[in-house]
């Protein structure tokens, strides 16, 4: 029985909400004559079920010529008219307050009557419109999306120009981003163009630019008058902008964020952050952990909450009233030594906040909400962390990026950090560290922050960048993601450097600057074959969307006896742990024994792996347990989604300009 079938039964049995799923579903999977489309379409509409649903079904009809003038009707009298007088009082108002602008030139607005696209409301956000010329729907239109997608800040040495640019997000990002001509002491207007009139008057039902012209940073050309462009201020109007003072940065200037986004660790982020320090318009310092950023905001909180005005900082919050956690971080960039003095503020446009909230490691766990579907949820409490964390919701403006290295190489070279943690320990501290590695293999398999909802507010504008393209194509790399990010590219993303100059090195021994010996490593010590072969099947997906080739993994069949077998020879993995383990034990050992004063240096003195190895070797069999229970998931091809059962895509390659590559692109 089709679909389609069982919906009408669940209809005429008056199970509404039953029948409103199955029509959906119908419309979704079955293959239906124009006729069903419209009954399924039209059983939703009527019965008050998801009238998006409806909507898109009625438009497909229409632009596929299927019952025209009842669907028109219908559109009209359901959609469109119950909306129109919001859209009329927001031309009206448009008109008006342009009309009183004194860098827009123009009178002859058109009734409303006559514009000749109609905008459908197709939900909260966002539009459908119609063009009655070609008696067609458009796509649909978020106004409000939260994407910039141009290169507005290319080249900073003239004033902003921008053509036909119709969105509102991106029309206030412009406003609250370019500083004004007198705070900077030159001209700096954002020169609008657009090319045709009537469409730019279409817009203004759906755009709202009254509160953009408080500032009068706006200059509107239409047409030839682009050929004005830009305007000689002081022979024009007598201003001479060079007679200001530049004012400083202020705090609440600072509104787009850049998320340096941590995918895993030994991931090449350090690197990442060298070329980016020293931007002249984006507030850099070095990585900071996110476990340490709310205690300095409440410590800052408190000395305010206590009058305390004894850094310029402090004093300069307490200017601000109620003070955000935004506030608190920005003012911290703003007046670190290490940000401060490449902020010039006669640039164009206030700085943005480059951030890479860190951790120490980052760990997935892969939650299968539905055996039969497959539907799992990738569930990360350091994710959760950064997306309920007040500095980021503070932000109007996210751009997202995160860098991405070989998956064997990014596994083996974490294998290498957490075996040789003296990296990161002193001498005593690793004397005291009685910490044990976790089971690396599975933190791989179910690490795939790839996977993002595009919806998400923190990936709505996302890139994923290879740390491969950065190190052996740099400049079309960065020049790339300079676009993307909608900041010059400098010269100081030509070089590497940090708080203490050119080439920094991150740890003793690590390559530096563009050194591509980590490209080629394969740390061939901390891993084996079957380990990189497991790892590269699994994640199979991640190597298809970014292009890596696989070193490892041959094409042979993949079943659960495969995956058993594997399982019984990640040797070099578990030798680490077991290592690690038995260190961990000694220490304990050692520390409890001093305690109860028996002296741990004598021989006859029984060491932990003879006394307690039965215990690690319960520790190995639950890590193998567990190690097993992923991979058997992950055979089934398990369908992730989101906690509101949306699908996750992988996240946006950044895309590079051929012209650009300084030799074939690596795979």
């Known amino acids: 029985?089709?679909?389609?079938?069982?919906?009408?039964?669940?209809?005429?049995?008056?199970?509404k909400k039953k029948a409103q799923d199955a029509f959906s579903l119908a419309l979704s999977t079955d293959t239906l004559s124009p006729e069903e489309e419209l009954e399924a379409a039209s059983y939703i509409f009527f019965s008050e079920g998801d009238h998006r649903i409806a909507f898109t079904t009625f438009v497909s009809l229409f632009n596929r010529g299927f019952f025209q003038a009842e669907i028109w009707d219908l559109m009209v009298q359901a959609f469109y008219l119950p909306n129109i007088q919001a859209q009329q009082k927001q031309y009206d108002l448009n008109?008006?307050?342009?009309?009183?602008?004194?860098?827009?030139?123009?009178?002859?607005?058109?009734?409303?009557?006559?514009?000749?696209?109609?905008?459908?409301?197709?939900?909260?956000?966002?539009?459908?419109?119609?063009?009655?010329?070609?008696n067609?729907?458009?796509?649909?239109?978020?106004?409000?999306?939260?994407i910039v997608d141009r290169w507005f800040f290319k080249d900073l040495s003239k004033p902003i120009l921008t053509t036909d640019l119709f969105s509102q997000y991106q029309l206030e990002y412009l406003n609250d981003t370019v500083r004004p001509s007198e705070w900077v002491a030159k001209e700096n207007h954002?020169?609008?163009?657009?090319?045709?009139?009537?469409?730019?008057?279409?817009?203004?039902?759906?755009?709202?630019?009254?509160?953009?012209?408080?500032a009068k940073k706006l200059i509107f050309l239409f047409d030839e008058e682009i050929s004005q462009y830009p305007f000689d201020f002081k022979a024009r109007y007598g201003i001479d902008y060079s007679q200001n003072e530049v004012k400083p940065i202020g705090i609440r200037e600072v509104n787009a964020l850049i998320w340096h986004a941590q995918l895993s660790t030994d991931n090449g982020g350090d690197f990442f952050n060298e070329i980016f320090y020293g931007h002249p318009n984006l507030l850099t310092i070095d990585s900071l952990l996110l476990k340490d950023?709310?205690?300095?905001?409440?410590?800052?909180?408190?000395?305010?909450?206590?009058?305390?005005?004894?850094?310029?900082?402090?004093?300069?919050?307490?200017?601000?009233?109620?003070?955000?956690?935004?506030?608190?971080?920005?003012?911290?960039?703003?007046?670190?030594?290490?940000?401060?003095?490449?902020?010039?503020?006669?640039?164009?446009?206030?700085?943005i906040l480059f951030f890479q909230p860190h951790f120490t490691n980052i760990y997935y766990y892969i939650h299968m909400v539905?055996?039969?579907?497959?539907?799992?949820?990738?569930?990360?409490?350091?994710?959760?962390?950064?997306r309920n964390s007040l500095i980021f919701k503070e932000f109007k403006y996210i751009k997202t990026f995160v860098p991405m290295r070989r998956i064997t190489t990014r596994y083996a070279a974490n294998v290498r950090t957490m075996v040789n943690n003296s990296c990161i320990l002193d001498e005593e501290e690793r004397k005291k560290d009685t910490s044990t590695m976790p089971d690396a293999i599975n933190m791989q398999l179910a690490n795939r922050s790839y996977l993002i909802d595009p919806y998400d507010r923190l990936n709505r504008d996302s890139r994923l960048v290879r740390f491969e393209d950065g190190k052996l194509h740099p400049k079309a790399t960065f020049t790339a993601l300079a676009e993307f990010l909608n900041i010059p590219y400098t010269?100081?993303?030509?070089?590497?450097?940090?708080?203490?100059?050119?080439?920094?090195?991150?740890?003793?021994?690590?390559?530096?600057?563009?050194?591509?010996?980590?490209?080629?490593?394969?740390?061939?010590?901390?891993?084996?074959?079957?380990?990189?072969?497991?790892?590269?099947?699994?994640?199979?997906?991640?190597?298809?969307?970014?292009?890596?080739?696989?070193?490892?993994?041959?094409?042979?069949?993949?079943?659960?006896?495969?995956v058993r077998e594997k399982n019984e020879h990640f040797t070099c993995l578990d030798q680490y742990i077991w290592n690690s383990w038995e260190r961990s034990l000694q220490l304990r050992a050692d520390v409890k024994m001093q305690v109860n004063g028996v002296d741990v240096e004598d021989e006859?003195?029984?060491?932990?792996?003879?006394?307690?190895?039965?215990?690690?070797?319960?520790?190995?069999d639950s890590i193998h347990e567990q190690r097993l229970k992923y991979g058997l998931i992950l055979l089934k091809n398990p369908y992730f989604i989101n906690q509101y059962h949306q699908p996750l895509r992988p996240m946006t390659p950044l895309k590079l300009d051929p012209a650009l590559l300084d030799g074939p692109a690596y795979h």
Request: with cysteine; charged share 25%; aromatic share 16%.
């Open 190 to 214: 954002i020169y609008l163009h657009y090319t045709d009139w009537i469409q730019f008057c279409t817009h203004l039902a759906v755009l709202d630019f009254s509160k953009l012209l408080k």
């Open 491 to 562: 010269e100081t993303m030509t070089y590497c450097s940090g708080p203490d100059g050119l080439n920094p090195e991150s740890w003793a021994g690590n390559a530096i600057g563009f050194d591509t010996r980590t490209v080629y490593a394969t740390y061939d010590e901390y891993t084996n074959d079957d380990e990189r072969t497991y790892i590269e099947y699994f994640m199979r997906d991640a190597y298809e969307a970014y292009g890596y080739d696989f070193h490892y993994y041959k094409g042979e069949p993949v079943d659960e006896d495969w």
């Open 370 to 386: 539905n055996e039969k579907n497959k539907k799992s949820v990738l569930v990360s409490e350091e994710y959760d962390a950064i």
């Open 293 to 351: 950023i709310d205690p300095y905001i409440e410590s800052v909180r408190k000395r305010l909450r206590q009058g305390q005005k004894n850094t310029y900082t402090l004093r300069q919050l307490s200017h601000i009233k109620n003070p955000t956690d935004k506030d608190v971080l920005v003012a911290f960039f703003l007046n670190h030594e290490n940000c401060f003095k490449y902020i010039k503020p006669d640039e164009r446009i206030a700085p």
């Open 136 to 146: 067609q729907f458009g796509e649909y239109i978020n106004f409000n999306d939260t």
């Open 604 to 620: 006859n003195t029984p060491t932990i792996s003879s006394m307690l190895s039965s215990s690690i070797q319960e520790t190995m």
């Open 1 to 15: 029985m089709k679909t389609i079938e069982i919906a009408r039964k669940l209809a005429a049995l008056d199970q």
């Open 95 to 134: 008109c008006k307050k342009l009309a009183e602008y004194p860098y827009f030139f123009r009178t002859n607005f058109p009734a409303f009557e006559e514009l000749p696209i109609l905008f459908f409301p197709f939900d909260d956000k966002g539009f459908v419109p119609f063009d009655p010329q070609t």
